[in-house]
């Protein structure tokens, strides 16, 4: 009768307890080019709509077509006594959505945001590049994410090194 009783409390302490979900908080968003000439951003936005939930969106207006896009992804965690990375990926672009299985880290990435965006077909791109409302959620980030600050740099190497494209947020996650 003892186990029962003991059984019967643990069941409705866990009934009553919530998993509880890290949230996301992003601080800034920011869009860069290096060649005006090549690509401009027209949107780059950072929204909160909730308390701790925040989208961001952006539109690169394309003025001339992309034949080749080699992409590097660093994300940085900022909270350890010294900033560590946790992910260095760099793929082709263009190559992955030709062939999404050979890029496992590089898939799950783009899973993410594959939704949002319009970059959805192998190159060549002769139209803008844009997404729209990108929100981030833990649960289906590619690698382990610690409670702490962090940093995301994603550059676009278009046509060669000549022409670069770069996506940077900074967040904490809590």
């Known amino acids: 009768m003892i186990w029962a009783t003991i059984l019967l409390e643990c069941l409705i302490i866990l009934s009553t307890c919530q998993k509880v979900k890290p949230d996301i908080d992003i601080k800034w968003f920011n869009c860069s080019t290096d060649n005006k000439a090549f690509s401009r951003f027209e949107v780059c ?6 308390k701790n939930q925040q989208s961001f969106s952006y539109y690169v207006k394309m ?14 965690y900022l909270s350890a006594p010294k900033p560590f990375t946790l992910a260095n990926i760099s793929f082709d672009a263009c ?16 899973d993410i945001i594959g939704k949002y965006t319009n970059f959805n077909h192998t190159c060549p791109y002769a139209h803008d590049v844009f997404a729209t409302n990108i929100t981030l959620v833990t649960d289906k980030l590619p690698f382990p ?5 962090y940093s995301v740099k994603i550059s676009f190497y278009v046509n060669g090194r000549t022409n670069t494209i770069v996506l940077g947020l900074g967040g904490r996650i809590f």
Do not use: Q, W
């Open 45 to 50: 936005s950072l929204n909160s709509y909730r």
């Open 63 to 76: 003025m001339k077509t992309v034949t080749h896009c080699d992409t590097r992804v660093e994300v940085i």
């Open 95 to 110: 190559e992955l959505l030709k062939g999404r299985k050979r890029f496992v880290a590089a898939r799950r990435l783009f």
């Open 145 to 149: 994410t610690p409670h702490g600050k």
